[in-house]
Nanobody
């Protein structure tokens, strides 16, 4: 089992910056991709940025040039540096991880499965 714990959200003024962190804990989990999504009230959840274990990144058009995603594979942690924040960035930001978990079943047979995990989210509010 993997747990994702986010931190770093809060209230910031327009043009300000925040840095979100998401730490993944759990054994026998080979992380492939970690990402940040966000969901504002009344809106669908949307991908903000993603990063693979190899360092390949992808960003939503609305945050390109302002947000930077990075990771520390040794710590299974992903970060989101958010600069030049706008009121429309206000949302709950959720951490996502995809990877392969391995375990032994009741017959001691090794098993593996690709699984998705979500954090509980951290609120980011940008005031004008």
């Amino acid at each position: 089992q993997v747990q994702l714990v986010e931190s770093g959200g809060g209230l910031v003024q327009v043009g300000g910056s925040l840095r979100l962190s998401c730490a993944a804990s759990g054994s026998s989990f080979n992380m492939e991709t970690m990402a940040w999504y966000r969901q504002a009230p009344g809106k669908q959840r949307e991908l903000v940025a993603s990063i693979t274990s190899g360092g390949s990144t992808n960003y939503a058009d609305s945050v390109k040039g302002r947000f930077t995603i990075s990771n520390d594979n040794a710590k299974n942690t992903v970060y989101l540096q958010m600069n030049s924040l706008k009121p429309e960035d206000t949302a709950v930001y959720l951490c996502y991880a995809r990877g392969t978990s391995t375990w032994f079943d009741s017959d001691s047979v090794p098993r593996a499965a690709r699984l998705d995990y979500w954090g509980r989210g951290t609120q980011v509010t940008v005031s004008s």
